[in-house]
């Protein structure tokens, strides 16, 4: 089985296709395995994330844990991949998309749950909406409206996070 593209579209518009599905199975996979070392990211990769936040959202991107740390640095470098024109503030949403986590307080294995079982707590309800709640956070530190809209899954850049999200 051959991988997508980098920066193929990963759009999911009508129902799951079984290619879908196994591309979703596998990254979940992946993104699973990746998640259990709770190493921080790279002295390169915080030198580097320092320099395309703003101080308010370093503050967010910090209280996430050091897997998502690491995951977010590896998504947004991915994304400049296939964005190599991306501003600092698609940067900065490529860097904090999956900021809105902080809110659901759930690890490794309450995620895998609340991804099975859907959004039937407090914290699975957060966890399935992180993308308005840290949108909102981003608004809230003052962020570029289109580092929010990166965020919110909206805007021109949309498409080149997803892929690389999902890479």
Known sequence: ?????LCAPA??????SQANLVSKVW???????TSL??????????????????????TLWMQLSNQDRRHSAAVARRFVECRPMATRAEIAGAILHDVGK??????TFGRVVATLV????????AYHDHEA???????????????????AQRGPAFEALRASDHA
Do not use: K, N
Request: glycine letters at 10%; charged letters at 20%.
């Open 102 to 107: 902080i809110e659901c307080d759930l690890g």
């Open 11 to 16: 759009g999911h518009t009508g129902p799951m």
């Open 37 to 58: 070392p709770p190493t921080p990211p790279s002295l390169d990769d915080e030198m580097w994330v320092d320099d395309q936040l703003l101080p308010g959202e370093r």
């Open 133 to 151: 709640i840290g949108a909102a956070m981003a608004e809230a530190v003052g962020s570029d409206p289109a580092t929010v809209d990166l965020i």
């Open 1 to 5: 089985m051959g991988r997508v593209p």
């Open 118 to 125: 859907g959004p039937r707590t407090r914290s699975f309800v």
């Open 27 to 33: 990254h979940l996979a992946a993104r699973f395995v």
